[in-house]
């Protein structure tokens, strides 16, 4: 299914990475997925920490690579932020029950880098968000919305941005 509504940014430092993540945590309500692409280094990580921060999570987001899940049960109103980086996974069978067992729950927010090893159990209404570094400094974000709901999301965070 192709979509219309991509949203394209540019951010030139951390600050502006995890301001961009906090803008878009303050927009969720539960029950989102984002599925993070992009190179080590390119910011996934950074955007998370955002994120939280704008879900109102008082502990400190630590990157998930070596753990494979974290997950922050403080966020605000009764919300959960399920934080995944596959980057290290050899079989997405491992993690699938976890997995669609998050996916499906009202209450949390599912944020997932390296997801190309689960897709298939992604579902069919996500944000991806797609980052490029042009320069040292410079990352380019695509977001792509696959689905209502995440088409839906773009529009509201495009009256934001």
């Known amino acids: 299914m192709l979509y219309l509504s991509l949203v394209k940014i540019t ?3 951390e600050l502006s990475m995890k301001q961009l993540g906090k ?21 996934k990580t950074t955007f998370t920490k955002g994120l939280a921060e ?3 999570i008082a502990e400190t987001v630590q990157s998930p690579t ?3 899940s974290r997950l922050y049960d403080d966020a605000r109103d009764n919300l959960r ?7 290290r996974l050899s079989d997405p069978g ?11 729950d009202s209450a949390t927010i599912v944020c997932i880098e ?8 992604l579902g069919n209404d996500f944000l991806e968000v797609q980052f490029a570094s042009p320069t040292e400094t410079d990352r380019e974000l695509t977001l792509v919305p696959h689905g209502t709901s995440a088409e ?7 009256e934001r941005l």
């Open 81 to 87: 932020l399920a934080h995944y980086d596959f980057y």
């Open 11 to 13: 951010v030139n430092s």
């Open 23 to 43: 803008t878009i945590g303050e927009l969720l309500v539960g029950g989102e997925l984002l599925q993070l692409v992009g190179d080590v280094g390119a910011g």
């Open 54 to 56: 704008g879900l109102d």
């Open 66 to 68: 070596f753990t494979i």
């Open 94 to 104: 491992i993690m699938a029950d976890e997995l669609i067992e998050t996916r499906n």
């Open 152 to 158: 839906k999301f773009i529009d509201t965070l495009s």
């Open 114 to 121: 390296w997801g190309a090893i689960v897709r298939d159990v």
